[in-house]
Structures are given as C-alpha cells and as structure tokens.
C-alpha cells in the first residue's frame, strides 16, 4: 500500500541534537557542575533519568523544575534554565528542503517525537518556522504519556493521522525505534542519510 501519510522523527531527522550542551548550559545558569547537572537530568539509565520521565509525561514542568532545584539546592531563573534546556537543536537543512517538497506535491505530513513540553515550545515558538507550517500532526511523547519504540505511541499517530498503520510511513533514526513502528503495522525505515531516505521514499511510490 502507498504511504497515504508521512510521520518523521525530530532528533537526527528533522535536527541534530545535544543533551550534554544542554547540561553544559543548564549546569551554567544554575552554578553546579556538568557531571551533578548530567547525573540528574539523563543520568547512567536512561529510564532512571528525569529527561526520560519529563518526556514520558510523568513528571509536570513544574515538577521537573522543583526537582532540578530541590535536588541541586539550587534556585536559578526558570526561563533562563528552559532556555538553556531547549537551546541545543540545529536544523538538519537537507530535511527540511524535502518536508517542504513533500508537502508543496501534497502529501500530509506529521512529526512522531520522544519530546518534553520545554523543547516542544522552543521548537515551535517560530524559530523553526517549518515545523509549524508543513506538518499537520504533531505526535509527542509526552502527550501521548508513550515513548518509542512503546506500541501505545505508534498507535496514537496513527488514530491521530485517520489513516491505516500500513499506510503510514515513518523515519527514525534509531532502530529499535523503526522496529516498535513495524511491529504495530507501520511502514518504518531508519534514517542513516539524505540520499538513503529518499530511495526510501521513492521506492514506495512517494514523489515531489
């Protein structure tokens, strides 16, 4: 079946990345250390981390700030530490001439990223301005309270999107997160450059 609706991953995808500038800037405008800062926020384990509970939707905004403080013993300005938490993506320029492309030939596109609130609203406050224009759903993590490769996520996209998992296409860039959106009926491929992703899409009909 050819992909009716097209879901692409953010980090690595869409951008590029880095939590350890995130850490570096959040452990700055705190006064604490990288390593305490890191420790904390992405930690050893990653399903151990508060990153990883924030972007599951288990811990409110508030509540991730009140942790960071109480836990630091620390009291910084909370727009300066969002900030510096959100300011560590750079648009992937190759990725976002083609979701333009894509959506300029008509197809429907829509994001599927493992997300927290603070970086969905630093992505989308109109730095980034193709992230508000070319998709038409946007599938968080933390909205969803699923993260990839967790089946229930994969589902929400797909009753978001109205279209039948075997008509939907999506890119990640790590495996098991490509393997989660198979099992549950996806069309998925993993993102290892530009070129491969569009033989990926040609491959299955897609034109621009």
Not at 32 to 57: K, M, N, T
Not at 148 to 175: N, W
Request: proline share 4%; hydrophobic share 40%.
């Amino acid at each position: 079946m050819k992909p009716q609706f097209l879901y692409f991953d953010l980090g690595n995808v869409l951008l590029t990345f880095s939590n350890e500038r995130a850490c570096e800037q959040m452990a700055a405008v705190a006064g604490v250390s990288y390593e305490d800062v890191a420790q904390l926020v992405i930690g050893p384990h990653e399903r151990e981390s508060l990153l990883w509970r924030f972007e599951h939707g288990l811990v409110s905004e508030d509540e991730f700030f009140e942790r960071f403080c109480r836990e630091l013993n620390v009291e910084p300005d909370r727009r300066e530490l969002e900030v510096a938490a959100a300011d560590m993506f750079a648009p992937i320029e190759s990725s976002f001439a083609l979701v333009q492309d894509l959506k300029a030939a008509g197809h429907r596109l829509g994001i599927l990223s493992n997300t927290n609130p603070v970086h969905w609203r630093f992505l989308t406050d109109g730095r980034f301005p193709v992230l508000c224009d070319v998709f038409e759903q946007n599938v968080t993590s933390f909205d969803a309270r699923s993260m990839k490769p967790d089946r229930k996520v994969y589902d929400f996209a797909v009753q978001k999107c109205g279209v039948p998992a075997e008509g939907v296409f999506f890119v990640d860039d790590r495996i098991e997160n490509v393997e989660g959106a198979i099992t549950a009926g996806l069309n998925a491929v993993q993102y290892t450059d530009h070129d491969q992703l569009e033989v990926d899409l040609k491959q299955r009909g897609i034109e621009w």
